[in-house]
């Protein structure tokens, strides 16, 4: 299972028009509106916040990972954000978060989920491999770098 299969340019964005946690997940999410895999997107919102509520999604050295198992998703979604000035997601190391990566997928799918969870930390604690995506020129450059990780 690798990310890059749900990851695409629309998804990515490079400067965060955000300030709080709030507003980075609801433009993250504003952004997988129209890919047809969510099928409520307020209740999206709603399971994503929810889960934000049962701890912090801010693993650490300026990532966070914003996510919900959820009913209101037919496949998985994923987007990327970037936040230059760094955004406090109560991460665990109580430093600010630059990347952030919402991600959500079907209650069903549970065993695939966690699986992607994982792979995903192993992919962020790569070395360089965080820096680079934060350095990225453009959305395309984001996204291969997650093909080129992921082969």
Known sequence: MRLC????????????????????IRHLAQMLKGNGNIIDFDGFL???????????????????????????VKDFVVAVGRAKNG???????????????LMGTPVAKVQSYLKLLAHLSLLL???????????????????????????
């Not at 709603?46 to 209101?72: C, M, S």
Request: aromatic letters at 6%; a negative charge; glycine letters at 6%.
């Open 5 to 24: 299969d749900y990851l695409s340019e629309e998804f990515v964005c490079l400067d965060l028009p955000a300030e709080t946690k709030e507003e980075a």
């Open 46 to 72: 709603d399971d994503v916040f929810k889960r934000e509520e049962q701890a912090t999604t801010g693993i650490g050295n300026g990532v966070a990972i914003p996510h919900a198992r959820t009913e209101t």
């Open 87 to 101: 955004i406090d997601f109560e991460a665990v190391d109580a430093k600010p978060v630059n990347l952030i990566i």
């Open 125 to 151: 604690k790569g070395e360089g491999f965080v820096e680079n995506l934060l350095a990225a020129p453009d959305a395309a450059s984001i996204v291969e770098l997650f093909r080129c990780r992921e082969e």
